[in-house]
């Protein structure tokens, strides 16, 4: 009996655990692409712009952090990856 409530309790967990991860992803996703217009998501201005942009190399990914310069809104994004087929970088 306990085996039963245990193993529920543990689906129960995980499934709200991926459940929030899935949700996180989407708001992130939406951010993401408010800020690819220019426009910040909290204020909904045209006031967003890239504070601070790491590369990862050739086939890593780009940290970029964004801030507006209306709300103090900032966010950071590991974007994209490049291609290193054969021998030269592609983005």
């Known amino acids: 009996m306990y085996t039963l409530l245990t193993l529920l309790f543990v689906i129960v967990i995980v499934g ?17 692409k408010l800020i690819n217009q220019g426009i910040c998501p909290e204020c909904k201005q045209h006031t ?4 601070n942009q790491k590369g990862g190399g050739c086939s890593g990914t780009a940290f970029v952090e964004f801030k507006c310069t209306n709300c103090d809104f900032s966010d950071s994004f590991n974007l994209g990856s490049g291609s290193c087929g054969n021998g030269s970088c592609k983005t």
């Open 48 to 51: 967003i712009e890239i504070v």
């Open 16 to 32: 709200g655990l991926i459940w929030a991860y899935i949700h996180y992803l989407g708001e992130k996703g939406e951010k993401l």
